[in-house]
């Protein structure tokens, strides 16, 4: 006898249920752990900010030191500010003879204008690739945490992987911010990655998961924006309480109440259903229903009720989908998936390339380090917005083609920008980062949708894994203004480009039902499509 995989037609149950009470209870839910996510992926900025240091000079210094040399600075340092070498002294005092014209020497010891950053905790003074070698080792636990996050909540629940990343980074945090030595805070840097960078990936499954078909995209882009306003929350704390160790405390100890979630967040039905879990996707149903104060049609509730009884029969079989071979091998096997996975995978280089990018290169914001933060971050807004108008109305593809090749314009444009037309500049700048906010956010809903349930999470992590090279390399394209000053805004318009020309090669997934198989995936641009979103099941 032909079984089918999913008898319960999750879709046109969440219809019935309305977008209410509970949904939405859920959804904030979620979204207070996306701001937290902000704090784990951009506190390092601010604890590992650069500080102004000089070299100490034993013959010159008060008691205690201050970091003001103006009644000495001329002849002991060069350039009244050394941080890295001084002038040889010739003499035991501070007058102007006591030291050479010319001649200096490396200094052994700095005094720091605060101690506010790991610089002067741990003497970084002239070690600035170990300042900045903490991004990159933050930016390197990403390449274990996604992975891991996508296997435990592909095979163990989008709940438990959500719940686990959301509180194991308070421990870290919290252990990191009484490390005596700078290799201990290094390396708790990146164990902070591995077990709290999928927090994002989790949350963000699980609220589209939870979600009808029309609000994918309104539900991801107010995650989207949450994130950039969690960027600025930091900020603005930072701002508030800049001193290193009290910042990491603050920022950190509220995550460990997120181990109450565990009574307070559901699984995802249609990962539950994914599994052959019906029985308990069921439960949830019908709770949802009650919460909700909705009344499900006699057919629904006769529908749910066989097929909880028949997985009780049954339980050994979970369904044709687990029948057949193994998932990882049908997607090996799967040329339209394989070749799908290529594109997405650029797609996420170039948007992270350039994400970064222009936040690095951004030297048009000049001014309070605090303000420029918030405004890079708050400018992702309108782009988040813009997604939401444009994404259902006009189709996937063509509003993210449109987005990546405004952005490759304007970056292009932006070096043959004359210098004394600064503001110009800057705002070509700022609707490059706009844009690339846009398509960051829109991919993300786009590549969920064109991948099937029982590995979407693990295929997506895995582009979001590759999109992670393109953060590590982003820190170093301000080398390469040395062969040309423009070079990397060049490398940021052609990325955007060629991304935007690979949109061609992939199906529109408007008003489409997320796939659960891997043929379902496949068949996605051969799909007949209604205003009313047409089933693309293929049994």
């Known amino acids: 006898m032909t079984k089918h995989k999913q008898a319960i037609d999750l879709d046109n149950i969440l219809k019935e249920l309305k977008y209410g009470r509970h949904q939405k209870q859920n959804y904030c839910l979620i979204l207070i752990v996306v701001i937290f996510s902000a704090v784990y992926n951009s506190q390092y900025i601010f604890a590992a900010k650069d500080v102004n240091a000089r070299c100490r000079v034993p013959e010159c210094e008060a008691d205690p030191p201050i970091f003001d040399t103006k009644h000495w600075g001329a002849w002991a340092l060069p350039d009244s500010r050394g941080r890295c070498e001084r002038f040889l002294p010739i003499g035991n005092t501070c007058a102007a003879g006591s030291f050479h014209p010319t001649e200096t020497k490396r200094c052994s010891s700095w005094i720091y204008e605060n101690h506010d950053s790991i610089v002067s905790t741990f003497d970084l003074a002239c070690e600035e690739w170990k300042r900045t070698l903490v991004g990159t080792i933050h930016s390197a636990g990403l390449f274990i945490a996604l992975p891991l996050t996508a296997f435990i909540s592909d095979n163990f629940g989008r709940r438990i992987a959500f719940i686990a990343t959301a509180v194991a980074p308070a421990l870290v945090g919290l252990g990191r911010s009484f490390t005596q030595d700078y290799v201990s805070y290094v390396a708790l840097e990146f164990l902070d990655a591995v077990v709290g960078a999928g927090v994002y990936s989790s949350g963000f499954i699980l609220a589209l998961e939870m979600m009808g078909l029309h609000r994918r995209v309104l539900g991801g882009n107010i995650i989207s924006c949450t994130f950039a306003i969690g960027q600025a929350i930091v900020a603005l704390i930072a701002w508030a309480i800049p001193e290193w160790r009290t910042l990491t405390r603050v920022l950190y100890a509220p995550s460990l109440l997120f181990i109450f979630y565990i009574f307070l967040i559901e699984e995802s039905v249609r990962w539950l259903l994914s599994k052959g879990k019906k029985k308990e996707a069921a439960r949830i149903i019908f709770k949802v229903a009650a919460t909700n104060k909705r009344k499900l ?243």
């Open 297 to 539: 049609s006699p057919e629904t509730i006769k529908e749910l009720t066989d097929v909880s009884v028949e997985q009780e029969e049954e339980k050994p079989s979970l369904g044709d989908i687990n029948d057949q071979p193994s998932l990882a091998l049908q997607v090996l096997k799967s040329r339209v998936i394989m070749i799908r996975l290529c594109i997405c995978s650029f797609w996420w280089i170039t948007v992270t390339f350039i994400y970064y990018g222009l936040s690095i290169n951004s030297v048009s914001l000049a001014g309070n380090s605090y303000v420029n933060y918030i405004l890079t971050a708050l400018v992702e807004i309108p782009g988040y917005c813009i997604s939401v108008l444009t994404l259902d109305r006009f189709g996937r593809k063509s509003s993210i083609m449109t987005a990546f090749f405004i952005c490759g314009i304007s970056l292009v444009c932006l070096p043959f920008i004359p210098g004394h037309v600064q503001w110009v500049q800057t705002c070509l700048n700022l609707l490059g980062k706009l844009c690339i906010s846009m398509a960051f956010s829109s991919i993300y809903i786009y590549t969920s949708e064109l991948y099937p349930t029982m590995i979407r999470q693990s295929l997506l992590s895995l582009c979001s894994v590759c999109g992670r090279i393109g953060q590590i390399v982003a820190p170093q394209t301000p080398l390469l203004m040395a062969y040309m000053e423009s070079l990397p805004y060049l490398v940021f318009g052609a990325m955007a480009g060629i991304a935007g020309l690979l949109m061609l090669l992939t199906p529109e997934t408007l008003n489409l039902r997320l796939p659960d198989t891997v043929k379902q995936a496949e068949n996605i641009a051969t799909a007949p499509r209604t205003r009313h979103a047409t089933d693309i099941i293929v049994d």
